[in-house]
Every structure is written in structure tokens, then in C-alpha cells.
């Protein structure tokens, strides 16, 4: 099996599609990566119960750490085009972090080895310098890069399938909706469509608006 090295590409766009802005290979796959993700929970008044619950919130975005890129200008390893450690760096930053003139901002980064496929934006970029010529020209390096998910909240939601009816959700109302369907629609059960108008204050429970933003809370069944 031949070696795959990891790839780092740039894109004008979140969900990383059409061409690559540009693209730089890592010049020795990292040891290890870290990725961290977190969920939101917030407390919220529950229905039957004063004492409330945690309601979730939502899924926060998810970051890469990619420790320890190794860049070498002895010899050892070849610089893949690069000059020496300063330009491989060089060209890894303008992938990675640069200002773009055409977005005003920096790209949206996707980074895929093996399984991994992670697509976000750099937070972060640290290089530490360990080796040097008589001159103070570098010799080695390693690069430590933060990057923080760009997955848009639509796709968030799909992820955490957050369709139990032990979960607050937010609904918005469409033509032909009433709250009885609605009720069925979340909870499997349309009698709690009064508990539904009282949690949302409707003064009227038959004349739904379109576009109405309605909450549905963890009930006790």
C-alpha cells in the first residue's frame, strides 16, 4: 500500500466545493490529530414538571488539531518544491490562513488522510522553530493548526437527529398547519395541542400565521 500524505485545500466556499484555491501536502503525516465536539444544553421550563429540565441547545462546532507537522530542511525529507522550511511554510499559511483579496477573509480549509475529511476554517496557526544553520536560518520546524467546523446549522441538526419529543424544538409554521398535527408531528400524539398554545401564549389556536415561530417543550407524558 503506498503512502497517502495528508492534504490540505483551500476554497471560496463553507461546504469546500468546485475548484481548490490552492493545495499543499503535508511533508510528514502527523502522529496524531484531535477532534473535539460539544453539545449545548440550556435549562428550560417544562410542562407539568416546574422543577424544568435541560433542553438542547444545539450542536456547537466541532474543531481539528493537527499537532506537530513536521518541516524539515536538512535533507532527511524532501521539501516537495518548497526551497526551504521558511517557503514550505510560507505556501502552507497562504493555503491555510492568508487574507484573500476576493473573499475579504481568510479561505474555508478542507483537510482529508485516510478517514478523515474535516472542512472549517484555521483559528489558529503556531510554528515553533527547533533547528538552525550558523546564520539563524531555520533548519526544522513543527506547525501546530486549529481549525473550527464551518458546517452550517441545517446540517447540525440533521447530525443530531433531534427528533425525539424528549427535546425542545422550535417549528415554523406553514400553510395548512394547526396545532393538533403539529402536536402529532413532534410528540406522536396530538392531545397536547392546549399545553402547546399555553407554553407559546396564543391567544388564538385556530388561526395559525404562517411563518409563525412556535416552541414545542419536553412534556411528561
Request: charge should be neutral; include cysteine; proline fraction near 6%.
Amino acid at each position: 500500500m503506498s503512502l497517502v500524505k495528508l492534504l490540505l485545500q483551500s476554497y471560496n466556499n463553507p461546504a469546500c466545493t468546485g475548484s481548490a484555491l490552492g493545495s499543499i501536502n503535508a511533508l510528514v503525516n502527523p502522529e496524531k490529530y484531535t477532534k473535539n465536539n460539544s453539545v449545548n444544553y440550556e435549562e428550560e421550563p417544562e410542562i407539568n414538571n416546574p422543577a424544568g429540565s435541560l433542553a438542547f441547545a444545539g450542536v456547537a462546532s466541532g474543531s481539528l488539531n493537527l499537532n506537530g507537522l513536521m518541516v524539515d530542511g536538512t535533507g532527511v525529507i524532501p521539501l516537495l518544491g518548497a526551497s526551504s522550511v521558511q517557503d514550505y511554510i510560507s505556501k502552507l499559511e497562504k493555503v491555510v490562513y492568508t487574507y484573500n483579496g476576493d473573499m475579504h477573509k481568510p479561505p474555508f480549509v478542507k483537510v482529508t488522510w485516510g478517514s478523515l475529511i474535516f472542512k472549517g476554517v484555521c483559528t489558529q496557526f503556531n510554528t515553533n522553530y527547533t533547528l538552525f544553520k550558523p546564520d539563524g536560518t531555520a533548519l526544522r520546524a513543527t506547525v501546530d493548526i486549529t481549525l473550527k467546523s464551518t458546517i452550517d446549522n441545517k446540517t447540525k441538526a440533521k447530525e443530531a437527529d433531534n427528533h425525539s419529543p424528549d427535546l425542545t424544538h422550535m417549528r415554523v409554521v406553514k400553510a395548512g398547519d394547526t396545532l393538533p398535527l403539529m402536536s402529532y408531528q413532534i410528540y406522536g400524539d396530538s392531545a397536547y395541542y392546549l399545553e402547546i398554545a399555553r407554553y407559546n401564549k396564543l391567544d388564538n389556536i385556530y388561526h395559525l400565521k404562517p411563518g409563525m415561530q412556535l416552541y414545542f417543550p419536553p412534556l411528561k407524558k
